[in-house]
């Protein structure tokens, strides 16, 4: 695997979950009637702004010359890659755009509504790129529902995350980490449930899938099992735990944190796999 190949991983895998962190907040921020989250909402938003900026460097080093995403654009109208730079880049600006609207909330909301727009045809964006190749292991839906499940299950987990950081004194926070744990656990178990069916199309295709296949059950199995312990293990477990110290009134700093932490990993782990697993049917 080549160094630009790590880059995608660390642009696709923080993209999307700043994607769906961003959306799940501006939703929450939506809803909300109390003002003194407003200032809980507005933190956790900024903290989305470097996480997006290291992705879009990592994105840049893979192109190794980044005047080319200016060029690409050129194919809007007919290009995924194009319009995968194009929404991305939207995305960021008017997450930008919103954190220096804070203040002006009819301005913001509409912003908001922006962005969440970019973020979600972003994602589709980079799921339709891979799509298109010559890769049987990223052709069909185990690529959206992977790109969408970091989206939802590492997204809701990140907005959890920094909602409790930056919320932890107020009282309305109880309510919105139920919606973003719940949410997230729903979300894992899909994924959880998703991927051997992913695995057996592998094994029903031709023989550039079967190699993928083979790949993940040989030299890769550990690495295999290391992403589903990371996930599951790391992840689901303690979401499962945080839950029902919520519905007790209970605190949850130290679960939710460490589900984070691990969700992130186990994606970034998965990721990798995805990468280094898809064998060319051709030149693609």
Do not use: C
Not at 80 to 97: C, D, P, Q
Not at 104 to 115: G, I, P
Not at 180 to 192: F, K
Not at 231 to 250: C, I, M, S
């Amino acid at each position: 695997m080549h160094f630009g190949d790590l880059a995608l991983v660390i642009f696709t895998v923080l993209a999307q979950a700043s994607v769906g962190a961003f959306i799940l907040i501006a939703w929450l921020r939506l809803r909300n009637k109390d003002e003194a989250m407003e200032a809980v909402y507005r933190k956790s938003v900024i903290v989305l702004l470097p996480l997006m900026a290291i992705g879009l460097l990592a994105s840049m080093l893979h192109l190794g010359r980044p005047l080319l995403a200016m060029t690409a654009m050129k194919h809007l109208a007919t290009s995924w890659l194009s319009r995968e730079i194009f929404f991305t880049g939207g995305f960021f600006v008017l997450l930008a755009a919103s954190v220096a609207l804070a203040k002006n909330v009819a301005v913001r909301r509409v912003v908001d509504a922006l962005a969440a727009l970019a973020g979600v045809l972003s994602v589709v964006s980079m799921s339709m790129v891979y799509e298109m190749t010559m890769r049987p292991a990223w052709q069909g839906f185990g690529t959206h529902v992977a790109f969408v499940g970091t989206a939802v299950v590492v997204g809701l987990g990140l907005a959890a995350g920094l909602i409790l950081l930056f919320g932890r004194d107020h009282v309305a926070v109880a309510s919105n980490l139920s919606v973003l744990v719940g949410g997230s656990l729903i979300g894992l178990v899909v994924v959880a449930v998703a991927y051997p069916v992913y695995l057996a199309t592998l094994a029903g295709g031709g023989m550039a899938a079967q190699e993928s296949l083979a790949m993940l059950g040989g030299e890769y199995s550990l690495m295999l099992a290391l992403r589903w312990v990371l996930t599951l293990a790391g992840g689901l477990l303690p979401l499962v735990f945080a839950w029902r110290r919520l519905a007790a009134g209970k605190a949850v700093s130290a679960l939710v944190y460490s589900a984070v932490l691990f969700l992130m990993a186990g994606e970034l782990v998965g990721r990798y796999l995805f990468y280094v697993t898809g064998v060319s049917i051709g030149i693609g």
